[in-house]
């Protein structure tokens, strides 16, 4: 059974910076693609970004050059370094991994979630 547990959320003045975990484990996850997704109140959920398996990355324009994903492969454990967060960055912030084998980085299809880290950004 696949479990993903995020950490690191928190409440943070606009400009501010924070920086999320997400620790895998109940198999090994080579091969896994691993992803962050957020929802905010009233809306869908949407992708943030994703990392392969070899650090292969992919970001949503809305945080291209103010966030970054990456991975500690050994710990299971992928990070989301958020920098210069604006208050839309408010939401629930998941983590998700789903099996795909190639370098790819998908923004759907993800067969296993997190239960979600609140993120709030004051302005």
């Known amino acids: 059974q696949v479990q993903l547990v995020e950490s690191g959320g928190g409440v943070v003045q606009a400009g501010g910076s924070l920086r999320l975990s997400c620790a895998a484990s109940?198999?090994?996850?080579?091969?896994?693609?691993m992803g962050w997704f957020r929802q905010a109140p009233g809306k869908e959920r949407e992708f943030v970004a994703a990392?392969?398996?070899?650090?292969?990355?992919n970001y949503a324009d809305s945080v291209k050059g103010r966030f970054t994903i990456s991975r500690d492969n050994a710990k299971n454990t992928e990070y989301l370094q958020m920098n210069t967060l604006k208050p839309e960055d408010t939401a629930v912030y998941y983590c998700?991994?789903?099996?795909?084998?190639?370098?790819?980085?998908?923004?759907?299809?993800?067969?296993?979630w997190g239960q979600g880290t609140q993120v709030t950004v004051s302005s």
């Open positions: 998700a991994t789903k099996y795909t084998q190639a370098p790819v980085t998908p923004t759907g299809g993800y067969d296993y």
């Open positions: 109940g198999r090994t996850f080579s091969g896994y693609v």
């Open positions: 990392i392969s398996w070899s650090g292969a990355t």
